[in-house]
């Protein structure tokens, strides 16, 4: 079955910029799509088609995805950034990511 | 605005079945796919299997494929997941998503219902 994988953890300090990877077999040739999750709250959309944003979501919040790796980046990361967050695609199913916690410090 | 309102949760024994149900308002609910996805205590997310809108096509995960059956009423802008010979690996929040396709083989969830809990012990 097919594996996304993406470090569990990144920390940033307010004002920086965030990157979170996530890596699959060949997932430059699929879509990559990324949800935010606040504790206790419900995933949101933040980026789709590997780089669209949704309305709403800030512009800080940009995706890119080539060869085996998709990335989300956060510009210029808020204390309100603070949450997991999980890439997913799609291989005959929905796969998701491990999910990365983005600390800002 | 889209809403997404699940309900059916509860606790249940090792190997009892649950209903549960979602209801969409803010949107025309038979011109979109929809999903079911559920996170464990302290957990990832899990998909766990789609329906088309027409409820014609079909998948599902691998770890729910043969005790949970996805359905959905469009004359009531609803969605049901009917789940059977539960285990206590199935202990999660289940969300249904509404779910958005870029082409015939790639999905993504574009808004999700605030969850129900479903507790499988003894």
């Known amino acids: 079955s097919y594996e996304l994988t993406q470090p569990p953890s990144v920390s940033v300090s307010p004002g920086q910029t965030a990157s979170i990877t996530c890596s699959g077999d060949?997932?430059?040739?699929?879509?990559a799509s990324w949800y935010q999750q606040k504790p206790g709250q419900s995933p949101v959309l933040v980026i789709h088609q590997d780089s669209k944003r949704p309305s709403g979501i800030p512009e800080r919040f940009s995706g890119s995805n080539s060869g085996n790796t998709a990335t989300l980046t956060i510009s210029g990361t808020q204390a309100m950034d603070e949450a997991d967050y999980y890439c997913?695609?799609?291989?005959?199913?929905?796969?998701f990511g491990t999910g990365t916690k983005v600390t800002v410090l | 605005q889209v809403q997404l309102v699940e309900s059916g949760g509860g606790l249940v024994k090792p190997g009892g079945s649950l209903r549960l149900s979602c209801a969409g308002s803010?949107?025309?609910?038979?011109?979109?796919?929809m999903s079911w996805i559920r996170q464990a205590p302290g957990k990832g997310l899990e998909w766990v299997s789609y329906i088309s809108r027409s409820g014609s096509t079909i998948y599902y995960a691998d770890s729910v494929k043969g005790r949970f059956t996805i359905s959905r009423d469009n004359a009531k802008n609803s969605l049901y997941l009917q789940m059977n010979s539960l285990r206590a690996e199935d202990t999660a929040v289940y969300y249904c998503a509404r779910t958005a396709a870029v082409t015939w083989s790639f999905y993504y969830f574009d808004y999700w219902g605030q969850g129900t809990r479903v507790t499988v012990s003894s």
């Open positions: 997913q695609a799609w291989d005959s199913s929905g796969v």
């Open positions: 060949k997932l430059g040739d699929k879509y």
């Open positions: 803010g949107f025309t609910f038979s011109d979109y796919f």
